[in-house]
T-cell receptor, first 114, second 113 residues
Framework: EAGVAQSPRYKIIEKRQSVAFWCNPI?????LYWYQQILGQGPKLLIQ????????DSQLPKDRFSAERLKGVDSTLKIQPAKLEDSAVYLC????????????FGEGSRLTVL | GENVEQHPSTLSVQEGDSAVIKCTYS??????FPWYKQELGKRPQLIID?????GEKKDQRIAVTLNKTAKHFSLHITETQPEDSAVYFC????????????FGSGTRLSIRP
C-alpha cells in the first residue's frame, strides 16, 4: 500500500515569509497528526485530527500556525509569518484509529528559516 | 501536562553487547507504550509496543519491560548489530482513538565495531 505522502521535502524561506506543507495519509486512516521535530529532539505534536475534526491542538502556536483537513483526507499545515525557531522537520503521520495502533510517518518536510 | 522523559540521550555500545534505554511518564492513565526507531535521514518506524496489561514483551533481540507502579518502561536490545545504530524514541499514550501520543526526546544509539 502507498505510504504517507508529504510535500515539499525541503523549503528555505526568510523570516516573516509564509510556507505551506501538504500531507496525504494512508487511505482509510482516520487519524492524522502533524509533528514538529527540531534537530536532536523528539517529535512534538502540533495538531491531531480524527477524520476532519481536531482532537488536540494544544501545542499549536495559533498566532502563526494553522492546519486544516477539510474532507477528512489530506491536510495542509501553514506557517505565517515564519520565525527562525520554526526551522525543523515537519512530520505528518497517520493511523487507522488514533493511538490504538502504529503511526505511519511520512518522510517529512524540512524547513529552514533564514 | 503529560511528559515523557528518556535516558540516556546518547549511548555507545560494543557490537554484540546489550543496550538499555529507559523512559518515565507522568500521566498515570497512560496504558500504551510504543517504541520508534529513526535511522539517519529516514522516518520513524514502530519497532515494538507494549500495553499495560503485560509487564514484558519480546520480539527476537528486542524486548520492552513496563513497571506501571513506578511509571517507567525500558527498551532492551541484545546482541547489538551495526544496523541497530539509530535514534530510538519512546512514547506513551492512552489506548484510544482520541488520545495524543507523547514522545520522549530520543536516544542516539551507536554500535562500535
Amino acid at each position: 500500500e502507498a505510504g504517507v505522502a508529504q510535500s515539499p521535502r525541503y523549503k528555505i524561506i526568510e523570516k516573516r515569509q509564509s510556507v505551506a506543507f501538504w500531507c496525504n495519509p494512508i487511505s482509510g486512516h482516520a487519524t492524522l497528526y502533524w509533528y514538529q521535530q527540531i534537530l536532536g529532539q523528539g517529535p512534538k505534536l502540533l495538531i491531531q485530527f480524527q477524520n476532519n475534526g481536531v482532537v488536540d491542538d494544544s501545542q499549536l502556536p495559533k498566532d502563526r500556525f494553522s492546519a486544516e483537513r477539510l474532507k477528512g483526507v489530506d491536510s495542509t499545515l501553514k506557517i505565517q509569518p515564519a520565525k527562525l525557531e520554526d526551522s525543523a522537520v515537519y512530520l505528518c503521520a497517520s493511523s487507522l484509529r488514533g493511538s490504538t495502533g502504529e503511526l505511519f510517518f511520512g518522510e517529512g518536510s524540512r524547513l529552514t528559516v533564514l | 501536562g503529560e511528559n515523557v522523559e528518556q535516558h540516556p540521550s546518547t549511548l555507545s555500545v560494543q557490537e554484540g553487547d546489550s543496550a538499555v534505554i529507559k523512559c518515565t511518564y507522568s500521566d498515570s492513565a497512560s496504558n500504551y507504550f510504543p517504541w520508534y526507531k529513526q535511522e539517519l535521514g529516514k522516518r520513524p518506524q514502530l519497532i515494538i509496543d507494549i500495553r499495560s496489561n503485560v509487564g514484558e514483551k519480546k520480539d527476537q533481540r528486542i524486548a520492552v519491560t513496563l513497571n506501571k507502579t513506578a511509571k517507567h518502561f525500558s527498551l532492551h536490545i541484545t546482541e547489538t548489530q551495526p544496523e541497530d545504530s539509530a535514534v530510538y524514541f519512546c512514547a506513551a499514550t492512552r489506548y484510544s482513538s482520541a488520545s495524543k501520543i507523547i514522545f520522549g526526546s530520543g536516544t542516539r544509539l551507536s554500535i562500535r565495531p
